[in-house]
């Protein structure tokens, strides 16, 4: 029994290396000019233990960084780029404009601070991540004055500055996306926003796809993140996805970003454990037939685990799964 044990581990440590090598040997073959379909979060990541996940994530084949100067630790996430082993050109890069910051003035500053904090030259995306603008320094009081058409105006002038390569948008509506493909110069690359089994959206995810709009979805492991409180079955616990992990050899978290990637969206699952980072790499080597992808399909509860409206007094996500109620409590996270 020991033995059979023993194989099993050495068994399981080859596979992580064989990932971890073809995922590094993909790296290295060209400059990262797209978008990644798989990265490491960074929001909610604690301040000690984050340079040392970024730095062990890029040196372990990972070539895409999602940060945002809200999280409050884009200083630690530049150290851990810094004393990882991979040149510039070869990792992309994204930050995030908070809401305070949508005035001309604010954004170049903000941007600039997050590229600096990064220790990189110049941002791959940055997003507009929130469809809401709070006046400079007075807390959450909304900006009436500004609108999402102003701020788009002033991210173009960042692309222009050559601050960053391309800009983008997160947590909109549907009607906001339209509104922005309407007016805009340099229109957006991606879309970020929280999309998982327990809240697929399918049909906005296809229209990102019609208008040639890149998904990213935020929280990809659905209520796995602590600070979610849900009423719903943690997705590691739940049976369907043990049951699929158990049949396709995997772990649950590896089989639902497999399911992320296959369906075209980009993953930033977070992580500040070695053991995690290198395991979740395990989904880029699954695959679903159309009969598991449909019964997969079958899974979505349609809820948001966040949604920040009612303590902003806005309604967001009007037109798509579980908008903010006004009327209802909700958690700002």
């Known amino acids: 029994m020991a033995f059979v044990w023993a194989l099993s581990t050495v068994s399981k440590i080859a596979t992580t290396i064989c990932i971890l090598l073809s995922v590094m040997a993909l790296r290295v073959t060209a400059e990262v000019r797209n978008i990644p379909h798989f990265g490491l979060g960074t ?12 730095g062990y994530a890029l ?26 082993n991979v040149a510039r050109e070869d990792i992309w890069v994204t930050s995030k404009l908070w809401n305070e910051h949508h005035r001309p003035d604010e954004a170049t500053a903000a941007i600039k601070k997050s590229i600096l904090d990064l220790g990189v030259e110049y941002l791959d995306l940055y997003l507009m991540h929130w469809p809401v603008a709070f006046i400079p320094g007075e807390g959450t009081k909304l900006d009436e004055k ?8 002033v991210m173009e002038n960042l692309v222009r500055a050559n601050l960053t ?10 009607k906001d996306v339209e509104a922005i ?20 959206q399918q049909d906005f995810v296809d ?23 849900s009423d719903v079955k943690i997705i590691l616990e739940d049976p369907f996805f043990v049951r699929l992990a158990g049949e396709k050899n995997a772990t649950v978290p590896q089989v639902v970003l497999a399911w992320g990637i296959q369906r075209g969206t980009i993953v930033i699952p977070k992580s500040i454990h070695e053991k995690h980072i290198a395991e979740n790499l395990g989904a880029l080597k699954i695959s679903f037939t159309e009969d598991e992808m449909e019964a997969i399909r079958a899974q979505d509860k349609k809820i948001r685990m966040n949604n920040p409206g009612k303590s902003w007094g806005v309604r967001l996500f009007a037109d798509l799964d579980s908008p903010t109620n006004l009327d209802d409590g909700d958690e700002e996270l």
């Open 43 to 54: 929001w909610l990541s604690d301040r000690e233990n984050v340079a040392h996940a970024v």
């Open 59 to 84: 040196d372990s084949g990972y070539n895409h960084i999602d940060a945002a100067l809200i999280y409050r630790n884009e200083d630690q996430t530049g150290k851990g780029i810094a004393g990882a």
């Open 207 to 229: 229209f990102h796809k019609e208008i040639g709009v890149k998904v990213i979805a935020y929280s990809p492991l659905a209520n796995t993140n602590p600070t979610y409180d």
């Open 165 to 174: 390569r391309y800009i983008g948008i997160s947590n909109f509506a549907k």
């Open 181 to 200: 493909m309407e007016m805009c110069t340099i229109c957006p690359y991606a879309h970020e926003f929280e999309t998982h089994p327990y809240l697929q």
């Open 146 to 153: 500004t609108s999402i058409f102003d701020t788009w105006r």
